[in-house]
């Protein structure tokens, strides 16, 4: 059965990618494999559960609805979390898709969307 190596993220410039990343998540960047080894990966420090995310440099733009994103999960607060990484360098995403005031299941976590410095949109959730 195959199982998921790592992440990869279509990104313009894999060094600012991988330092927003690193630092919302927490993560260290794995070495180069090799001599000239220009792709950027990160992880989990030793010990800490997570999937790595290599930065793939893309010519191609960020889609605005992509079908695939990271969900975040933050176990404080929502908004200091957000406004963190809105200070790393993140942006808010005007998403269409956020429940009505009262349409919300009553056990759905609140998540807002936020988009990295390259435009990759991504979710974070946690309480108000």
Do not use: K
Request: aromatic share 8%.
């Amino acid at each position: 059965m195959a199982a998921i190596a790592q992440i990869s993220l279509g990104v313009e410039d894999p060094e600012r990618a991988g330092a927003f990343w690193m630092e919302a998540l927490g993560y260290v960047r794995r070495p180069p494999r090799w001599d000239g080894d220009d792709w950027i990966v990160i992880e989990p420090p030793p010990g800490v559960v997570g999937a790595p995310i290599a930065m793939d440099t893309s010519e191609s733009p960020a889609p605005e609805l992509p079908r695939i994103h990271l969900d975040l999960q933050t176990d404080g607060d929502l908004d200091a979390e957000v406004a963190r990484l809105v200070g790393l360098g993140a942006q808010r995403v005007d998403w269409p898709f956020y429940p009505e005031p009262g349409e919300r299941h009553p056990d759905e976590v609140p998540y807002v969307v936020l988009a990295d410095p390259e435009g990759n949109r991504f979710c974070v959730a946690g309480v108000h």
